[in-house]
């Protein structure tokens, strides 16, 4: 058995890239971490929200990341560098849920506000 290590509060949501090189996990704590999948080490920790992240998505190759909170946010995340290149803010409540299109061009994100928003991806890719 392997562990990844490093949050300070419960892991709320963990996945794998569609590569299948990285996990990624998100936390309570408000951090997302990245680990490699062949040798479960720590890669980076990808820092910005003010509150839980409660769900995390891979886009299709695996270099973006996108990541839901508590903070009425989601972020979109480079996987390479771990930069955040868009935040997007609209919902009135706790998100709980996220994806990224096949295409890259929109991310989806649901709410305990009730709605589901459907957002242009504006980040240069």
Known sequence: MHFCRGHVDEVLDI???TLGDKIATASADG???????????????LSGH??????????NIGSLLVTASK?????IWEVENGSCIQTL???????????????????????????????RNTANL
């Open 89 to 119: 803010s609209g919902h009135t409540d706790e998100i709980f849920s996220c994806s990224i299109s096949y295409d890259d061009e929109y991310i989806i994100t649901g709410s305990k506000d009730n709605s589901c928003n459907i957002w």
């Open 50 to 59: 003010s509150n839980e992240i409660s769900k995390i998505g891979f886009n």
């Open 15 to 17: 996945t794998c890239s």
């Open 31 to 45: 951090k997302c971490r990245l680990y490699s999948a062949q040798t479960f080490e720590f890669i980076r920790e």
């Open 71 to 75: 903070d009425k946010t989601a972020k």
